[in-house]
């Protein structure tokens, strides 16, 4: 699904940033789009692949890189399916079955649900391992947990790891508590920030490099990085990355509005907005009203399902002074939690294994202000920005 822009309504400075993007990310070239680079490299060898439906070609994001690969005769195993599956077409949280692809009569095997690693019977015969997934910089975005399990299978059964890098349109800035490791779990599994500004390449080279793999086992990676790209830049993705990541704005919003995802609110999962808004039922405040639908694949049984609710839409927060000064915005965590009308319900516990720890919960509950709260995260902030420097593929 394409990111259409025409949809929202933005300022004058907003559309100039936008036509800016617009024009590097033309110039950008991803992995996949580099196949002078990798294809020798699949020649004569049996390949396993990890890819959904963002593994597309930029220039044509109607050509998915299976098919591509497929008609260059490379000779394609398995396919391995990550959370929301091969095509994109599982909601959040839903799990991912075996299967087969109509397309290619290739075997889909899911990494998502019980069996979050390949298997050794799974790699078995396999020479190398492709991995092309487009991620959005976010600790509790789960490609890259993917990805560790992927790369710890690799190192145990000695298989090469082929990443087609991708830029990361969060990648433009670092925020937000660092993980606890008493807090590792699917949606936090290393000890970094919950925007860690880093692409799928670097990431795979820190997890090496900091030795996170069980037994602290290595594995073989092969990069082919993006070409044209550098943190700084603001990159608009040509597919959606799951189903309810639906445009820029939920993805800039993404990284803040999915700590909701540990309370007692919606985030418009079954509306026209997910992750662009927050309400449930029976607040007194607000600023919009909306009533969660089932939508297949999508949102199969939302939150507060066909039920009225009410509270605020948060596109508006994506303007100049957020591309000015890119940061958490906490203050809509402040102001919700402030006026609910009912604090005692308003965290579960999956509040704290998307914080990474018990800290910020009870910052929030607190009242502590925004300043207090981000001096508390300087320190490792600083210590996590260091040893980020030397995985770096790209210039800041």
């Known amino acids: 699904m394409r990111i259409l822009w025409s949809e929202y309504k933005k300022p004058a400075l907003i559309f100039t940033l936008l036509l800016i993007s617009s024009t590097i990310c033309a110039q950008v070239l991803c992995g996949a789009d580099q196949p002078e680079r990798y294809l020798h490299l699949l020649k004569n060898k049996k390949i396993a692949v990890v890819v ?26 398995c396919i391995f399916a990550p959370e929301h599956g091969f095509r994109g077409n599982y909601e959040a949280g839903a799990s991912v079955k075996n299967d087969t692809d109509a397309n290619t009569g290739i075997v889909v095997l899911s990494l998502y649900g019980k069996n979050k690693k390949p298997t050794p019977s799974q790699l078995a015969g396999i020479d190398i391992v492709l991995f092309d997934i487009q991620d959005v910089g976010a600790r509790f975005y789960t490609y890259i947990s993917t990805l560790h399990y992927v790369m710890e299978a690799c190192a145990e059964q000695k298989k ?6 991708r830029p990361n349109p969060n990648g433009f800035y670092v925020d937000g508590p660092v993980l606890n490791n008493k807090y ?8 970094v ?38 943190h700084s830049y603001r990159y608009t993705l040509p597919v959606a990355p799951s189903p309810n990541l639906r445009n820029m704005t939920a993805i800039y919003l993404y990284p803040t509005i999915c700590f909701l995802e540990g309370t007692s ?32 694949g999508v949102a199969d049984n939302p939150p507060y399902s066909n ?5 605020y839409r948060y596109s508006k927060f994506i ?72 995985y770096l593929i790209y210039a800041e």
């Open 184 to 191: 590792t779990s699917f949606v936090g599994m290393h000890p």
């Open 265 to 296: 609110y919606s985030l418009g999962r079954g509306t026209q907005w997910p992750f662009e808004c927050a309400g449930k039922p029976g607040l007194v405040h607000g600023d919009i009203e909306f009533t969660p639908i089932p939508v297949k």
């Open 319 to 390: 303007d100049s002074s957020f591309f000015k000064n890119p940061r958490l915005l906490l203050n809509i965590l402040l102001q919700l939690y402030s006026r609910d009308n009912d604090t005692a319900s308003f965290f579960t516990p999956f509040f704290e294994k998307l914080a990474g720890n018990s800290t910020f919960r009870q910052q929030l509950a607190g009242g502590i202000d925004e300043k207090t709260i981000r001096q508390s995260w300087e320190r490792d902030l600083n210590q996590y920005r260091i040893m980020r420097r030397k």
């Open 52 to 77: 959904n439906q963002t593994s597309c070609l930029h220039h044509d994001t109607s050509v998915h890189l299976v098919d591509f690969l497929i008609k260059k005769n490379v000779n394609i195993r």
């Open 193 to 230: 920030p919950v925007v860690h500004g880093m692409t799928i390449g670097e990431y795979a080279r820190m997890i090496n490099g900091e030795k996170w793999l069980k037994n602290k086992l290595s594995c073989r990676l092969q990069i082919i990085s993006v070409k044209n790209y550098k």
């Open 307 to 311: 039920t009225l609710c009410r509270g």
């Open 160 to 165: 090469t790891l082929l990443i087609l890098d």
